[in-house]
C-alpha cells in the first residue's frame, strides 16, 4: 500500500475512535453499560447534568439507567488511541498543507487548521495541537472542528469567553455578564444548554425523517399515479376515437333517410295548405264584397231599396275551411327539430363527459395547479375522493364529548372527565382530526343546533392561552366556515367573507349537511352545500405549506358528525 493511501486509511480509523462529546480522539476512554465509549471527563459532566433528574441515558443510543451507570476505563482503546495520536504528528509536508483562501489557518505557522479550542480562542494545525494532547491542563480544553468564527464565543462586552446560558433572555452571556446584566435570571452553563437543545434536535430529527418517509410515500404514490395517467389516457383516447367514429358513420347514415323523409312531408303538407289558402282567399274576396256593398247601402235614403236589399247582402254563409286547420300547422317540423335538437344535445353531452374524463385524468397526475374545470362538479365525481375522517379524543376540548367512533362531536355544559394531554383544546370548544390530510380528499359534515365551524388547520395550531392563536379562522393556522344560525361566514386569520343565501333559499335548511373538498398540492379547499345537487358556498386559492387536519368547533347546544361515505 503506498504511503498515501496508508495515510487515508489511518484518517479513517481515527474517525472511528473520536468520542461522539467532544468530536475529537479519545482521551482517557471509558465504557458505559451500553457499550457506547467515551473521554472520561466528557461522560462524567453529561451525566452529572442528570443528577438532578435522577434519570440518566446515553448521549448517543439514549439508553435511560437508573441508578447512574458505572463507567469502566477501557484499557485496549487507550492503547489504540495513544498509537492513533503518534500518526497525528505524521503529517504531509508543510508546502503541501497551506491554508486556502476558504480554510482556517493555523494561528502559530499559518498551515491548514485541524481543531480550533474554545479556550485559547485559536486554531492549530495537527502538529501544534498536540500539545492539547500531551499537557495535562490543555486536555481539559473545549477543541472543535476547525472554524474561522471564534470571536462570535467571545462577549463584546466584556471580551470574556461566553461559557454561560441566559435561559431567560435566550441567549449565550459571559460570566461578568451573569453578574450584571443578567443578576436574578435562569443561568446554566452552555454545556448544559446544549444537552436540553441536543434533546430537542433529536426530536426535530424524527420528525424530519418521518416526513421524509411520509413523502417518500407519496413520491410513490405519484408514481403510480404518472403510470395510471399513461394507462387511462391511452383507454380514453382510443374509445374517444371509437364512439365519435361509431356516432359520426350513423349519423352520415341517416341524414338522407331524414332528408327525404322531411321533403315528402313538406309536399303533402303544402298541397294540403296550399288548397285551404286559396278558398280562405276565395273566402275573403267575397267577405270584401259583402262588406263594400252593405257600406253602401248604409248611406241610401230609399227605405224600401234598404229593406228589400239588406236580407240577402247580411245572410252569410258558412266558411269552407275547417277550423282545425288551424291549430295544426306546422306541428311535425317543429317534432323533428324539437327531436334533432335533443340528438345534438345528447350527442354534446357525451363529447363533454368523455372530454371531462380525459381532462380529469390528466389533471390528476400532475401536482401543478390543476385547472378549475378540471375540478369534480358531481357528488358522485367528489366521493371518489372520499376520505374516512374520524375525531381524535386527546385534542378534544373538556365541554366537546365524543362518540359514534369517533365520529360525532356534542358541546356538553357539564366538562368531561378527559386526561390531561399536551394535544388538548384549552380555551376553545373544538376538536381536531385524528387522521393528516394531503393530496385530493373530500368528506362531508352533518350539523345541528345554533353555531358550528367547519375547518381545516395545522397540527401546530395553539391549544391554550389567546384566542386568536387557538380558535379556528382566526390565525393563518386554520381555515374555516362559520355555520351560525341563517347565516354563513368564511374566517381565515380573522379576516371575514360573509356567504350570501343563493336563489332566496333558507340557510339553515340547505347548509344542513356540508361538504369539504381539499386538494392540498393545488392550495384548493371548497366548501359545499348538500341537497339534491351540490351548492359551491366558498372556494380558496392558496398555498398550503404542511399537511393539515379537520376540525370542529360547537358553540352551547350544537353537534356535528363526520358522514360515513361508501
Known amino acids: 500500500m503506498s504511503k498515501g493511501n496508508m495515510a487515508q486509511g489511518i484518517q479513517l480509523d481515527q474517525a472511528k475512535f473520536c468520542c ?127 472554524t474561522a468564527k471564534l470571536q462570535e464565543n467571545i462577549c463584546s462586552r466584556h471580551q470574556e469567553v461566553m461559557k454561560l446560558f441566559c435561559r431567560t433572555d435566550q441567549r449565550c452571556i459571559c460570566y461578568l455578564c451573569s453578574k450584571d446584566d443578567h443578576k436574578g435570571h435562569t443561568k446554566v452553563s452552555a454545556a448544559a444548554e446544549r444537552t436540553e437543545k441536543q434533546r430537542e434536535l433529536w426530536v426535530t430529527l424524527k420528525k424530519i425523517q418521518q416526513r421524509i418517509q411520509d413523502k417518500e410515500k407519496d413520491v410513490k404514490l405519484f408514481q403510480q399515479e404518472e403510470d395510471a395517467v399513461n394507462n387511462s389516457a391511452e383507454n380514453a383516447l382510443r374509445n374517444t376515437e371509437k364512439t365519435l367514429t361509431e356516432l359520426i358513420s350513423i349519423i352520415e347514415r341517416r341524414v338522407s333517410d331524414v332528408r327525404e323523409k322531411v321533403k315528402s312531408r313538406q309536399t303533402t303538407e303544402v298541397g294540403r295548405y296550399r288548397k285551404v289558402r286559396e278558398k280562405l282567399e276565395q273566402e275573403i274576396t267575397e267577405l270584401k264584397r259583402r262588406d263594400t256593398e252593405l257600406k253602401k247601402l248604409s248611406h241610401t235614403e230609399d227605405h224600401t231599396h234598404f229593406l228589400l236589399n239588406y236580407p240577402s247582402l247580411a245572410r252569410l254563409s258558412e266558411s269552407k275551411v275547417p277550423p282545425s286547420f288551424k291549430v295544426r300547422r306546422l306541428r311535425y317540423f317543429e317534432k323533428v327539430t324539437v327531436a334533432l335538437s335533443e340528438a345534438k344535445d345528447k350527442l354534446q353531452e357525451v363529447l363533454r363527459e368523455e372530454y371531462v374524463k380525459i381532462s380529469k385524468t390528466v ?204
Open 20 to 146: 461522539p462529546i467532544c468530536l475529537d480522539l479519545l482521551r482517557d476512554p471509558v465504557t458505559i453499560p451500553c457499550g457506547h465509549s467515551y473521554c472520561m471527563h466528557c461522560i462524567k459532566d453529561h451525566l452529572d447534568q442528570d443528577d438532578h433528574r435522577r434519570i440518566y441515558s446515553c448521549p448517543q443510543c439514549r439508553q435511560i439507567f437508573n441508578p447512574r451507570p458505572a463507567v469502566v476505563k477501557n484499557n485496549m482503546l487507550a492503547v489504540v488511541v495513544e498509537e492513533l495520536k503518534k500518526t497525528r504528528v505524521q503529517a504531509a509536508p508543510v508546502s503541501q498543507c497551506y491554508a486556502g483562501p476558504e480554510d482556517v489557518a493555523c494561528d502559530v505557522c499559518k498551515v491548514k487548521a485541524f481543531k480550533s479550542c474554545l479556550q485559547c480562542l485559536a486554531s492549530y494545525c495537527e502538529r501544534h495541537l498536540q500539545s492539547h494532547y500531551d499537557v495535562a491542563p490543555l486536555r481539559k480544553h473545549k477543541l472543535v472542528e476547525a
Open 363 to 566: 389533471t390528476e397526475a400532475d401536482v401543478s395547479p390543476p385547472n378549475p374545470l378540471a375540478e369534480p362538479t358531481t357528488r358522485v365525481d367528489f366521493l371518489q375522493y372520499a376520505r374516512q375522517v374520524t375525531l381524535d379524543p386527546n385534542t378534544a376540548n373538556t365541554h366537546l364529548s365524543i362518540s359514534k367512533g369517533n365520529r360525532k362531536a356534542a358541546y356538553m355544559r357539564e366538562e368531561q372527565k378527559y386526561s390531561v394531554h399536551p394535544e388538548r383544546f384549552q380555551s376553545s370548544w373544538q376538536v381536531l382530526s385524528r387522521e393528516s390530510l394531503t393530496g385530493r380528499c373530500y368528506w362531508e359534515v352533518e350539523r345541528s343546533g345554533r353555531g358550528v365551524l367547519l375547518a381545516v388547520a395545522y397540527k401546530h395550531i395553539s391549544r391554550e392561552g389567546d384566542m386568536a392563536k387557538c380558535m379556528f379562522g382566526l390565525n393563518d393556522k386554520s381555515w374555516a366556515l362559520d355555520c351560525y344560525m341563517n347565516s354563513l361566514e368564511f374566517r381565515h386569520n380573522n379576516a371575514k367573507t360573509a356567504i350570501p343565501d343563493i336563489n332566496g333559499k333558507d340557510t339553515d335548511k340547505w347548509a344542513s349537511r356540508l361538504g369539504v373538498y381539499l386538494d392540498h398540492g393545488a392550495g384548493i379547499l371548497s366548501f359545499y352545500s348538500i341537497s339534491e345537487t351540490m351548492t359551491l358556498l366558498h372556494r380558496v386559492q392558496t398555498t398550503f405549506t404542511q399537511p393539515l387536519y379537520a376540525g370542529l368547533w360547537l358553540s352551547e347546544g350544537a353537534a356535528a358528525e363526520l358522514c360515513e361515505l361508501k
